[in-house]
Every structure is written in structure tokens, then in C-alpha cells.
Antibody
Framework: EVQLVESGGGLVQPGGSLRLSCAAS????????MHWVRQVTGKGLEWVAA???????YYPDSVKGRFTISRDNAKNSLYLQMNSLRAGDTAVYYC???????????????WGQGTLVTVSS | DIQMTQSPSSVSASVGDRVTITCRAS??????LDWYQQKPGKAPKLLIYAASSLQSGVPLRFSGSGSGTDFTLTISSLQPEDFATYYCQQANSFPFTFGPGTKVDIK
């Protein structure tokens, strides 16, 4: 069974840092591009970061320079390092697998269960 | 960035009703449009990819159509398990963006 399990969420003060992890199983992790998507409670979805099989990375302007996506294929794990956190970053963060050979025309399937990040003093 | 809009923002419907949700992109995105279903407290689930392809395991009552800037998701006969929020997402170019969602609830 293909599965993604996020961890690492929690309460952090504004300006602080947090590292999220996503453990993948049930598929050949190294062959897939991977993404992070977030959702403010009760609100819509926002794509946050992507990493290709070759390690190329992409971000929207809202997090560029503050967030870093990375992967460890040996550990079947995806990461999101979040620095200079703001109240507006408070959200549930999901990791999601892209389709095989998407050429950056992705669809996200499956998604993990999400991990809540709360930025507050 | 490509802006995505959806209409209606919410719809009340009965079991057995036909429901159509519209998604519009601020610029042409070919057929790079996906649809997701999300139930409260759960992660989104892929329903339709590339505008009209049904994801494996998704019931045939779901269908998608469109290209360019205008897209639709249709539920041909609403079932109790279909009450949820539906999001479209453009996969044409970075940054990938989602519509604001359409909530389908019980009439």
C-alpha cells in the first residue's frame, strides 16, 4: 500500500524554525517528484514546494528564501525546513506524491494525513 | 501566477441530484487541470486528472471536461458519501494553484 506519513509539526514562535518530515512507503520513492501543500484551517489549499527526482526544487514567492524542500532517497523520506516562520504560515502541511514522469504537470496522489504547524507567541 | 476561480462556492443538493461545478483559469492551461475531493478532517483525494481522466477507483458518476480556461466537474447522481468540498488545481505551470473550493452539502 502506498503511504505517506508526515511528522514534525507543532507550536513555534514567530521567527522560529521547524523541520517537517514525510516517510514514504509502498513505492519506489526515488522515482517520483514530491510536493508539500498546506491548508489554513477551514480555508483552501496552497502549494508550497516541489522537489524533482534529480533534486531540483521549486517554491512559490510566499515561501521562497524561507522554506527548503529536500529528500533522502536512502531513507525514503521527504523534508521541509521552514525558517523565519510567520503567523500566516500556520496551517496543516501535507506531503503528496506526483505522478510518474510528470514533467512538472503534476497531479497529487496520494496525500499524507497532514501535520499541523502553529506559529504563535 | 494563474488564478483559479470556482462556482458556485457552495451548493445544496439531494441524493440522486446531478451536480456541476465550474472552474475557470485566468489564462489558458490546456488540459492541465485536476480535481480533488476533501472531507472534513481528511486529506484531499484525487478524482480527475488532466481535465477528464478518472483516477483509478473513483466511481463512474464523476466526470470532468474542458480545456483552455473553462472546466467542469460533474457528479451524475449524488450519493451520501459525495458530500464534501471539491477543489480544482492547475498543473500547467509554477506555482501550481488551487481554486477556492466548492462545498457540496445536503439540501
Amino acid at each position: 500500500e502506498v503511504q505517506l506519513v508526515e511528522s514534525g509539526g507543532g507550536l513555534v514562535q514567530p521567527g522560529g524554525s521547524l523541520r517537517l518530515s514525510c516517510a514514504a512507503s509502498g513505492f519506489t520513492f526515488s522515482r517520483y517528484d514530491m510536493h508539500w501543500v498546506r491548508q489554513v484551517t477551514g480555508k483552501g489549499l496552497e502549494w508550497v514546494a516541489a522537489i524533482g527526482t534529480g533534486g531540483d526544487t521549486y517554491y512559490p514567492d510566499s515561501v521562497k528564501g524561507r522554506f527548503t524542500i529536500s529528500r533522502d532517497n536512502a531513507k525514503n523520506s521527504l523534508y521541509l525546513q521552514m525558517n523565519s516562520l510567520r503567523a500566516g504560515d500556520t496551517a496543516v502541511y501535507y506531503c503528496a506524491r506526483d505522478r510518474l514522469t510528470s514533467d512538472w504537470h503534476p497531479w497529487f496522489d496520494p496525500w499524507g494525513q497532514g501535520t499541523l504547524v502553529t506559529v504563535s507567541s | 501566477d494563474i488564478q483559479m476561480t470556482q462556482s458556485p462556492s457552495s451548493v445544496s443538493a439531494s441524493v440522486g441530484d446531478r451536480v456541476t461545478i465550474t472552474c475557470r483559469a485566468s489564462q489558458g492551461i490546456s488540459s492541465y487541470l485536476d480535481w480533488y475531493q476533501q472531507k472534513p478532517g481528511k486529506a484531499p483525494k484525487l478524482l480527475i486528472y488532466a481535465a477528464s481522466s478518472l483516477q483509478s477507483g473513483v466511481p463512474l458518476r464523476f466526470s470532468g471536461s474542458g480545456s483552455g480556461t473553462d472546466f467542469t466537474l460533474t457528479i451524475s447522481s449524488l450519493q451520501p458519501e459525495d458530500f464534501a468540498t471539491y477543489y480544482c488545481q492547475q498543473a500547467n505551470s509554477f506555482p501550481f494553484t488551487f481554486g477556492p473550493g466548492t462545498k457540496v452539502d445536503i439540501k
